[in-house]
């Protein structure tokens, strides 16, 4: 398990989106999405501002770092 934890899939789901709607907003694969959710995948920085910024928050926001 990655230490970074996130909040992208209730963001998502409460904007109604699907993984490939998110991943096709961002320039990412639905797959790279789940994993991202699923804490398989620490996404790139630049991917995390993406997603951030995509639903109006903040990166601490979103994404959490855990020791």
Partial sequence: MFPIANNVRVEREARNMTQSDLG???G???Q???A???RR???SLEAAFRI???F???IDQLF???E
């Fill in 28 to 30: 990412l694969t639905r």
């Fill in 56 to 58: 109006g928050l903040g």
């Fill in 41 to 43: 995948y620490s996404p």
């Fill in 36 to 38: 991202i959710e699923q």
């Fill in 52 to 54: 951030a910024r995509l």
């Fill in 24 to 26: 096709a907003a961002i």
């Fill in 32 to 34: 790279t999405v789940a």
């Fill in 64 to 66: 959490q770092w855990e």
